[in-house]
């Protein structure tokens, strides 16, 4: 279970990073 | 009791305001990057972690640069939290034992700490071992509070600057804030809790001996686990006595200090502040009180400096101040009345020199109905989330006051840093509304108030409603989100609403009767945690970009002023509509039917 996690916070870096990169 | 209750408040008020202006100035300093006199040695230390890290302090960033630095940060942070529980069997510092966290909850917490909310679905003492208390969580409570003011000084500067693509360097601004404000203060107030009473010690776990041994009923269990039932179907009880307790030790101060400081929450103890080892007197309750509010308070005094007009600081800080004393005088007079189902059983509940009266369930004795009202309003203005009573035994109307100044967005003081940047938000969208009302091109502190500031000023104020109701609205209508509601009805559904109104304007206290520590839960409220925090940062350092490559224009005789009561009465107006329009549909479901069924 630990890869869904990590990935999950992975996920949401990109996406963060992606929201101030398309500002 | 009334009279006791607004001296205390007006007592908090004052002391508050003292100390806000000096921290508030050297605040500015701080964010200035000028030399602070008598703290030379902290300037080494400084330029040696720059040198370490290969930083260039004097390189300004743009604000791209600044949010995915920021970013990347803190999801890093993130990762090692995560980390360091799913290893903590395995590491030193765990006299107890404790096993390794479940990965939905030692994610759910990662992120919980590191986007300052503090949300905690797990029982501290019964959980964490002391190496992730204080590394891991003590560490991100630092970081969060000093991401927050990376974020304020960012947005002040975009006002500030005169055609500029800088907005600063978010490494300097996190290790400042960091070593200048939050380190010597923690120290100072941890110092001081321990004196109150605060234990900080590395012990395994004491069993004490009780001074009257206790005697009780328990069901007892058959070989399988289950319950035993005698030939009525009722429980089999067996009576118990218990002669010993096991006290929790550990390095709390420590902990405690900047848990309040930073707007954090989090608690070494699963009863937070209401633990006689976390806030032990009325002193230390005042003073934790004191310490939330301090730095939020204090930036409304950095911005005023740093912009160059204390007025503008003073309008801010009279916004918030004039709310918060409204909100807190709800609760106060909520929880003093009688419950009325306890009244109708002829239970004395009036105020008298034995006891606080009023609403006195889940809340401390030492404490009484005026400490803890004013504890809870001022928890939840800023987003701190620490609790000395349960805000889940408050009356409907007590328990809506935290819940309406949670939605309102975190701005009342709010968070270290997170309060100033989202009420100078509110300040953009209430100096554009008055400028469509008398038809001129908004400004705001000699800045143009523009199409792209006003559509991320949108943005940052309707990411945390979108994700509050669309969560609870999800949690209601899935079999995993109804499993963890304790009370059936309205405060059921207060109890998902308050949680992710919690969880997505990065407070952290509960309805706590809601059982969170479930996948489901934990992944939920992580979303909203995540978003409501960087989903909102993300736009306010695009707007600081923006004002920033303006021009700072001079005053004319048609700019609208925005330092007195007019504009402070219009800032409250834009804040207060805004957070009505977006919540009255659910609270009407919530507390205000509760209120209703109570008193019918």
């Known amino acids: 279970m630990d890869i869904v996690y990590i990935g999950a916070i992975v996920a949401f870096i990109v996406l963060s990073c992606a929201f101030a990169a398309g500002c | 009791m009334a009279t006791q209750s607004f001296l205390l408040l007006a007592a908090f008020l004052g002391v508050l305001l003292a100390l806000a202006y000096p921290v508030g100035v050297y605040l500015a300093k701080v964010g200035e990057s000028t030399q602070i006199r008598g703290l030379g040695w902290l300037a080494k230390a400084e330029n040696l972690l720059y040198r370490l890290a290969g930083i260039s302090p004097e390189s300004g960033m743009g604000w791209k640069s600044y949010a995915i630095a920021l970013l990347v940060f803190n999801g890093i942070g993130t990762l090692f939290v995560y980390a360091l529980q799913r290893l903590q069997a395995w590491l030193p510092g765990n006299p107890q034992g404790l096993p390794n966290i479940s990965p939905d909850s030692a994610f759910n917490t990662a992120v919980s700490f590191v986007s300052n909310t503090n949300w905690q679905g797990y029982s501290g003492e019964s959980t964490m071992s002391y190496l992730s208390q204080m590394l891991a969580l003590t560490g991100q409570n630092f970081f969060s509070a000093a991401t927050g003011i990376a974020v304020a000084y960012a947005l002040i500067r975009g006002f500030s600057s005169r055609s500029s693509k800088s907005i600063g360097n978010f490494w300097v601004d996190i290790t400042r804030s960091t070593l200048y404000v939050l380190l010597p203060l923690s120290v100072i107030f941890a110092v001081f809790l321990m004196g109150q009473g605060v234990i900080q010690n590395f012990s395994a776990y004491k069993d004490v001996n009780l001074i009257d041994p206790i005697t009780y009923s328990q069901p007892k269990n058959g070989p399988d686990g289950q319950p035993l039932k005698d030939a009525n179907g009722n429980p089999v009880l067996g009576t118990l006595t218990a002669k010993t307790q096991t006290l929790a030790m550990g390095p709390v101060a420590s902990q405690e200090a900047i848990k309040l400081l930073g707007t954090n929450g989090g608690g070494f103890f699963n009863a937070n502040s209401a633990h006689p080892f976390e806030n032990p007197t009325p002193l230390s309750n005042f003073f934790q009180m004191l310490s939330i509010f301090l730095i939020p308070a204090g930036l409304c005094f950095t911005f005023g400096r740093m912009v160059g007009d204390m007025r503008q600081g003073w309008a801010v800080l009279g916004a918030m101040t004039a709310i918060f004393v409204v909100a807190t005088a709800v609760v106060l007079i909520a929880e003093q009345q009688a419950h009325p189902v306890l009244q109708a059983l002829g239970i004395d509940q009036a105020a008298s020199a034995l006891q606080s ?169 992580a979303i909203a945690m995540w978003f409501g925090r960087f989903a909102v940062i993300v736009p306010v350092l695009a707007i600081a970009g923006s004002l920033a490559t303006k021009k700072r224009l001079e005053a004319t005789a048609g700019t609208m002023p925005t330092h007195g009561p007019l504009f402070i009465a219009l800032l409250v107006g834009v804040v207060v509509l805004v957070g009505v329009l977006n919540y009255v549909p659910a609270l009407a479901l919530g507390p205000i039917v509760e209120h209703l069924q109570l008193t019918k």
């Open chain 2, 357 to 525: 009266g009023g609403n006195m369930e889940g809340k401390e004795t030492r404490f009484g109905i005026s400490a803890s009202a004013l504890f809870a309003a001022v928890t939840t203005a800023a987003s701190c989330g620490a609790v000395n009573a349960m805000h889940d035994s408050f009356m409907p109307l007590g328990g809506m006051v935290p819940l309406v100044l949670m939605q309102f967005g975190e701005v009342v003081f709010g968070g270290v840093g997170s309060g100033l940047y989202g009420m100078l938000i509110f300040a953009v969208l209430a100096v554009f509304i008055a400028g469509l009302m008398i038809g001129r091109t908004p400004e705001y502190l000699g800045k143009k108030i523009q199409s792209f500031d006003i559509k991320m000023a949108s943005i940052a104020i309707l990411v945390t409603p979108t994700l509050v109701l669309a969560g609870t609205a999800i949690t209601l209508m899935v079999e995993p989100g109804r499993a963890g509601i304790l009370n059936p009805g309205a405060h059921g559904f207060s109890e998902v609403l308050y949680a992710f109104s919690s969880a997505a304007n990065n407070n952290g206290s509960a309805f706590a009767g809601l059982s969170a520590n479930t996948p489901f839960y934990n992944m939920m409220l």
